[in-house]
């Protein structure tokens, strides 16, 4: 395998990671800020999120990085990759998803 296909294969991760942080954060920042009570709080708590939506899917690559020598083929390569992203990517969200879901209060409802 060339190492510029494994260099390129190895930013797909944290760049998808990057663009669905991107994606929650004006949301999450507003959800974050009504449950922390000041935005200072809830900042700290974004970030984290942004670092485990990039770190998360790339750690996962990582760890099966013993695989790859297998995958001859670029493509092979880049298709296990994105998998892998993806995979990465709904792991980090199920969890965020799951603590979010915790913390509303059992009787809340949201009156319009």
């Not at 929650?24 to 920042?29: C, S």
């Not at 507003?30 to 974004?46: D, P, Q, S």
């Not at 485990?52 to 790859?68: S, V």
Request: charged share 15%; aromatic share 8%.
């Amino acid at each position: 395998m060339k190492a510029s296909l494994l260099l390129w294969a190895l930013t797909l991760p944290p760049l998808a990671g990057f663009f669905v942080a991107r994606y929650l954060g004006t949301t999450l920042q507003r959800l974050l800020t009504e449950m922390c009570g000041t935005a200072e709080r809830a900042e700290i708590w974004v970030r984290l999120v942004q670092l485990f939506l990039a770190l998360g899917p790339t750690a996962l690559a990582l760890m099966r990085a013993r695989d790859w020598r297998s995958l001859a083929d670029g493509l092979d390569t880049l298709h296990a990759m994105a998998s892998i992203t993806v995979n990465g990517l709904l792991i980090v969200l199920t969890v965020l998803a799951w603590v979010l879901w915790r913390q509303i209060p059992k009787g809340w409802k949201d009156t319009p």
